[in-house]
């Protein structure tokens, strides 16, 4: 705390700040999950927009590595939590679909800056004995914000424009609050001249590399099973019906919440190898469910739960790794990590949503869709011992990154 406060910010604050921002990324995740199956019966052709929101984030990543690292973080956090809010209203206000794709984009950018952002701030401000700890809990906020979104979308059902007037207005409020609360100034000068394209030359590290591929699957897997496992349910034969789909969907973010909570213990206890094949055996549990008990609720409730608490806890894991690499070009090492995620992200919910096209769910093409998952599960699993290997390499202990 003294060591924070006289370099003009307080460290718990700043956290609280960081934890309310990734708290509005949740919204962000999970906003199709819980609402596409609604709006999709009242508004004709936003079942193409989901890829739209993802275009949105990897926008506000790509914006964001470059800006942070010169400019600071208080006004970027702020102008994020606020286009999320406008983007919301969007979708209350707003019915013609060119105004709901600008929306979509509006959530999507908002999100993709809070998520790499508040990565950002808590790689910085704590050290390599308390990172991995505090994006566990950071993570954990994620969670909560994703967690409220869905039950209020559960509980609302009836009438969407509910939970996005509520969501909108607490996080237009709580953003302006980020006012009046000091954050730490940025780590490079103009005298770095340290630009957008130099960012992406950090790729030239294979941690980064590594990394980068890990979280292309980690962001197709995380995409996929939060936004299509709903439709799944809904679609399989004797499906559960959609109230038990978006039930489940609340049961993966507690699970989600639950592991990330968990993981300080498992990484005191095991270290970072033990914790991340224990959580993806228990994600690939969760998909195999999907396989194996597919019209079944408590077969679903278990599933997504095993699901969320095994996926949730790859990025507090790798960014800890990245973390101890890079000092000076955090925000653009994490930037440029979100945004190969975000790829991913783009590119499964394109690939999978055809799966549920009404013609592909004729010729049961969806039914493929936890196998999908799977063979995500399996990739990230075999890429994570590459990117801890070369997190402790002496080489990158040298390097001022």
């Not at 290997?389 to 040298?398: A, G, Q, T, W």
Request: glycine share 10%; proline share 3%.
């Amino acid at each position: 705390m003294a060591k924070s406060a006289e370099k003009g910010y307080s460290r718990p604050l700043v956290a609280t700040a960081a934890c309310l921002g990734c708290a509005f990324f949740g919204v962000t995740m999970f906003f199709w999950g819980a609402m596409l199956p609604t709006l999709g019966e009242t508004i004709e052709g936003v079942q193409n927009l989901p890829w739209i929101l993802t275009l949105g984030i990897i926008a506000g990543t790509i914006i964001c590595g470059a800006v942070m690292d010169r400019y600071g973080y208080k006004a970027l956090l702020i102008s994020a939590s606020l286009a999320l809010a406008i983007g919301l209203c969007g979708f209350i206000f707003c019915h013609e679909l060119w105004q709901l794709v600008i929306s979509a984009f509006l959530i999507g950018a908002g999100g993709g800056v809070l998520n790499s952002e508040t990565i950002a701030i808590i790689s910085d401000i704590y050290g390599d004995n308390l990172r991995g700890t505090m994006l566990s809990i950071l993570g954990a906020s994620y969670c909560v914000g994703s967690l409220l979104w869905t039950v209020i979308c559960r509980v609302f059902a009836y009438s969407p424009d509910l939970p996005m007037k509520w969501s909108a207005g607490v996080i237009a409020a709580l953003s302006l609050i980020f006012i009046f609360i000091p954050f730490p100034k940025a780590k490079l000068t103009k005298e770095d001249k340290f630009s957008l394209l130099d960012s992406i030359k950090l790729f030239k590290y294979h941690i980064l590399a590594i990394a980068g591929a890990l979280f292309f699957f980690q962001g197709v897997l995380e995409a996929i099973s939060a936004n299509f496992s709903t439709s799944y349910y809904v679609n399989i034969e004797n499906g559960i019906g959609l109230q038990m789909a978006l039930t489940s969907l609340i049961f993966m973010t507690v699970g989600m919440a639950v592991g990330r909570f968990t993981l300080p213990l498992c990484l005191k206890t095991g270290g970072k190898s033990f914790a991340m094949f224990l959580f993806m055996a228990i994600a690939l549990a969760g998909a195999l469910l999907q396989i194996f008990m597919p019209a079944s609720k408590l077969g679903a409730f278990l599933s997504m739960t095993l699901l969320g608490f095994g996926i949730g806890v790859t990025a507090p894991v790798i960014f800890d790794c990245l973390g101890r690499v890079f000092k000076r070009h955090s925000g653009a090492a994490v930037s440029l990590s979100v945004v190969v995620a975000q790829v991913g992200m783009l590119i499964g919910n394109f690939l999978v949503g055809k799966m549920f096209l009404p013609s592909s769910i004729e010729g049961g093409v969806h039914r493929l869709f936890p196998w999908v998952m799977c063979a995500m599960i399996v990739a990230v699993s075999l890429l994570f011992p590459f990117v801890l290997r070369s997190s402790n390499s002496e080489k990158y202990k040298e390097m001022n990154l």
